[in-house]
């Protein structure tokens, strides 16, 4: 017991446990919604405009910076993740929303997180929590099986939190501003309209405090290559 209790992972779910149970709540919240309900009439074309598309294809686009289809709200990520998932479920549409409700789960965890972090307050994380549960567009997320939207969501998040625990730190991480970059550029790759996160990043380094600017310019540059 001792050994569980000093493991890190152990650590942060006992510590945010009301934030874990949110998360938790939010994945059979998100299935019980659903169950039962048939897939929409085109399901039939499930996929088929990222199936038809080479997955290597897929990897290219998403590694160029200088994107022609800069509007299209799939990015090459999405298309290597459907790629994937296809692989595995084919057309097993509850896996997939079993899939889509794991990552429900990890954005009202990282919500709970963010707000204790920010408001230093485990009352307003968990009512942040509860409120991002039942005033989240359930439908859009699970139900439109191509739609990468939740997914990239939790990728924005994480994100938003890897970057207040760095900048609360007195020294920055380089791993940690790589593991931010990423985030961000997985994000914008799975819904180019994630592109938010790289703003909100920018102006929080920008507006926040002067004195720890310096210490993300490279970040910043590295930002302007998700697109151009």
């Not at 590694?63 to 990520?77: A, C, R, T, V």
């Not at 996160?197 to 490279?218: P, Q």
Request: with cysteine; charged share 15%.
């Amino acid at each position: 017991m001792d050994v569980l209790r000093q493991n890190k992972l152990y650590q942060i779910i006992h510590n945010n446990k009301y934030g874990f149970i949110l998360g938790v709540v939010g994945f059979f919240y998100m299935n019980f919604l659903v169950a039962g309900v048939p897939i929409f009439w085109e399901g039939h074309l499930f996929h088929e405009r990222l199936l038809s598309t080479d997955v290597l294809e897929w990897v290219k686009i998403a590694l160029n910076p200088y994107k022609e289809n800069f509007y299209d709200s799939w990015g090459g990520i999405t298309g290597v993740w459907t790629w994937l998932l296809f692989t595995v479920w084919k057309f097993n549409f509850d896996a997939w929303r079993y899939t889509k409700s794991i990552f429900f789960t990890i954005t009202i965890f990282c919500v709970y997180l963010i707000t204790k972090k920010l408001l230093n307050s485990e009352k307003y994380a968990v009512l942040s929590g509860v409120a991002y549960l039942f005033c989240f567009p359930v439908y859009v997320h699970v139900l439109v099986f191509d739609g990468p939207f939740i997914i990239a969501e939790a990728a924005k998040l994480v994100g938003v939190l890897l970057f207040l625990h760095d900048w609360q730190k007195d020294k920055t991480s380089i791993i940690s501003q790589i593991l931010i970059f990423l985030c961000a550029w997985f994000a914008v790759n799975m819904y180019t309209q994630a592109l938010s996160i790289v703003g909100v990043l920018c102006l929080s380094i920008i507006f926040l405090c002067a004195e720890k600017r310096k210490r993300y310019f490279i970040l910043m540059i590295f930002f302007g290559t998700i697109h151009l």
